[in-house]
């Protein structure tokens, strides 16, 4: 796409806030569920650490899904997939907060986490796709900023909404966002489809990336809880994680049509990123979990309280992300990300 077929100025502003929107409103979700849990589960009757399932189910089907975002986005549309994703998002929203009870909690964030996965890819992509090429950089210091309010808004909404309304409430506030979102993008967007190619399924690799990624996560998160390799259900996992990880990236290698292109990693600059990006936010993303359930049984703090001390983590992040983006073109960027990486450790 080039310059002279973007969107004017004004409806350019409309279509970057309904993007950012939809990011905004999964992040947030990520974040604000992780202060109500020991809530959650008084509630549905379950223990605070079967209550962490609800994050644990959201994580799962989501790192499953994520790397089917490139397939997806081919065979029926970045704008399609973008829509459908979000809209089905806020209809999951609405099941998890009218939830009955905890298995119906649970099926509904499974739900949710597979749709929520192509969400922020496809929200920078098509960003990215509609901006002019001078100005990428600032979209990307948009979309940041976005994501990162999520940190800091939702351990505050998550325990203001636990500490004076129903939990179901932290769900419901997804609704509203995702319909507005879902709504401006295809009325803005409709006709500016990407191309859309008629690629076969790849059943077999499909099969193999659910079954090892699948039980990767299960035992990572339920490890500690049953003892590691002291529990039986630890190592059938791992050896289920194992031999499906190793028998779908020899399928992928060589099918013709793989549900995720390996060959990407051949590329240096892209396997370093994704091997570091994916530590970071193991980390972060781990620490967002432990923190507030920590304040909450260790030392007593209340949910809203718990939820303030957690927000701090994104004050930074929403002050520099539009700096950083602005002159990224003038940045040598792997100095920029190591200094970070190492004031994140020193954080910690």
Not at 9 to 28: E, R
Not at 317 to 337: D, Y
Request: a neutral charge.
């Amino acid at each position: 796409m080039n310059d002279k077929e973007l969107l004017p100025f004004p409806i350019l502003v409309v279509l970057t806030l309904a993007l950012t929107l939809a990011t905004f409103m999964q992040v947030l979700d990520t974040t604000i569920a992780n202060v109500p849990i020991p809530s959650i589960a008084g509630n549905l009757g379950v223990t605070p650490t079967q209550g962490t399932w609800a994050i644990t189910s959201f994580g799962v089907s989501n790192a499953i899904a994520m790397p089917l975002t490139g397939w997806l986005a081919k065979r029926f549309g970045e704008v399609r997939l973008f829509v459908f994703s979000t809209a089905l998002f806020s209809l999951t929203s609405f099941a998890c907060g009218m939830a009955p009870n905890f298995e119906t909690l649970i099926f509904g964030r499974v739900i949710q986490g597979a749709v929520a996965a192509p969400m922020m890819p496809l929200s920078q992509s098509l960003l990215l796709a509609n901006y002019p090429s001078d100005k990428k950089g600032l979209a990307l210091a948009f979309w940041a900023m976005t994501a990162t309010i999520g940190p800091i808004a939702g351990p505050l909404l998550g325990g203001y909404i636990t500490d004076n309304f129903n939990w179901s409430w932290i769900f419901y506030i997804n609704v509203p966002i995702g319909v507005l979102s879902s709504f401006l993008v295809w009325q803005l967007l409709e006709k500016r489809e990407t191309q859309v190619s008629k690629f076969p399924i790849d059943y077999i690799g499909l099969s193999l990336l659910v079954l090892g990624v699948g039980a990767l996560q299960i035992l990572l998160d339920k490890g500690n809880d049953l003892d590691w390799f002291g529990s039986s259900t630890i190592i059938t996992l791992t050896v289920i994680a194992f031999v499906g990880i190793v028998f779908f990236i020899i399928w992928e290698l060589y099918d013709k049509n793989p549900v995720v292109d390996l060959k990407l990693f051949k590329d240096r600059n892209f396997t370093i990123g994704t091997i570091a990006i994916s530590m970071g936010y193991a980390v972060f993303l781990g620490g967002g979990v432990i923190f507030p359930l920590w304040l909450q049984m260790q030392l007593g703090y209340s949910a809203f309280w718990a939820g303030f001390a957690s927000a701090a983590v994104g004050i930074f992040a929403f002050l520099l992300s539009p700096v950083v983006g602005a002159n990224m073109h003038r940045l040598n960027l792997r100095v920029v990300v190591t200094v970070s990486f190492l004031l994140f450790a020193l954080s910690y």
